[in-house]
């Protein structure tokens, strides 16, 4: 296993972080610490999760992570959790305001069976909250220890340079962005990633694998198979917009170049994540612990300038043209009024 600063902090993270999205559940806690062990065993020390992950039963997600790290070193690892995204029914349970910060990180705290999370993150941007108000609480509660160091995920880039200049007056460490980036998903490539460059943040890229796509399991002119995230209630509403004909036979022109590395399709792609130097960790999920160690091996592996030209390539198509997004008014887009990929 590689690892990396994030960012320009001093805070070292696994090249390949583990997250619980879809995969944790109160019927899953089994299978969940196996997993967890297998990250383990593969040298993952940063887990991702969030106060939203396991809903309906908000709050699952955290619960069975925590769960699956008891008995862990608590030094050895780095949790990573999240705050925006509602959480029940009330006015005050979604958003960044001082309340909902506040309460939802204390409940994240007792979720995850942890004094501390390492890195708090603001899951979305909040434009019914003045960004002061939420800077300010972050800032509190890293000087009450119980977050280490703060983040965004799927902000853009003027709100994320108006968070560094409010962290930088209040002496908060703004430390990175959690991100959607892969081959097929390259929306933060033009203006979030020098962005953070500049102000010394890393990626977190979230979904390497563009939603299992990319490791060839859906395939042209076929039903996704079963158990797939296709066929997940709240997965398919990622996942389709990747499932055009045209997007599924690029993928299957991949594999010729894996095989030729000695990788499966999954692990050049999340190798194609992490060559990106503005990476500090790419995010992977697993629903076994066998996806745990492919996908891990692709940490340190190097693609060369001619592997990811002929990859490009691959995701051009004679009628479509470029298959791959580009467009950076698409990040944080919502996912229910983003049009449908080609098809």
Not at 47 to 57: I, K, L, M, N, Q
Not at 169 to 181: D, G, H
Not at 307 to 331: F, M, N, Q
């Amino acid at each position: 296993m590689e690892y990396r600063k994030l960012g320009a902090s001093g805070l070292t993270v696994s090249a390949i972080t583990y997250g619980n999205w879809l995969t944790h559940s109160v019927e899953a806690v089994e299978i969940a610490r196996k997993c967890v062990t297998a990250a383990l065993d593969a040298g993952i020390t940063s887990f991702d999760t969030a106060d939203v992950y396991g809903r309906p039963d908000y709050g699952a997600g955290e619960r069975v992570l925590g769960e699956a790290l008891s008995g862990v070193r608590r030094e050895s690892i780095e949790i990573f959790t999240k705050v925006c995204l509602p959480t029940g029914p009330g006015p005050n349970d979604k958003g960044l305001s001082r309340k909902h910060i506040t309460e939802s990180c204390n409940a994240s705290l007792r979720n995850l069976g942890t004094e501390y999370v390492d890195l708090y993150q603001a899951h979305r941007f909040d434009e019914d909250t003045p960004l002061e108000e939420t800077m300010t609480a972050f800032a509190d509660l890293v000087r009450q220890g119980k977050v280490l160091y703060i983040g965004v995920s799927e902000w853009r880039a003027s709100q994320i340079e108006a968070a560094a200049i409010l962290a930088a007056e209040l002496r908060v460490p703004l430390i990175s962005n959690q991100a959607q980036y892969s081959m097929l998903w390259r929306v933060i490539e033009k203006e979030i990633v020098p962005t953070g460059c500049r102000l010394g943040l890393g990626q977190i890229a979230f979904s390497p694998l563009a939603q299992g796509t990319l490791t060839g399991k859906y395939r042209p002119d076929q039903q996704p198979p079963a158990g797939s995230r296709a066929r997940h209630s709240l997965g398919s509403a990622f996942v389709g917009r990747y499932l055009g004909g045209p997007v599924l036979s690029a993928v299957q022109r991949l594999r010729p170049i894996a095989e030729e590395l000695g990788l499966t399709l999954a692990q050049l792609a999340v190798a194609w994540v992490l060559q990106n130097p503005a990476v500090s960790s790419a995010i992977i999920g697993a629903s076994h612990p066998a996806q745990i160690h492919e996908n891990a091996a692709a940490s340190g592996h190097t693609l060369e300038a001619e592997t990811l030209a002929r990859i490009d390539a691959s995701l051009i198509d004679d009628i479509h043209g470029d298959l791959a997004e580009h467009d950076p008014a698409k990040v944080a887009a919502p996912f229910d009024v983003m049009p449908a990929w080609k098809s």
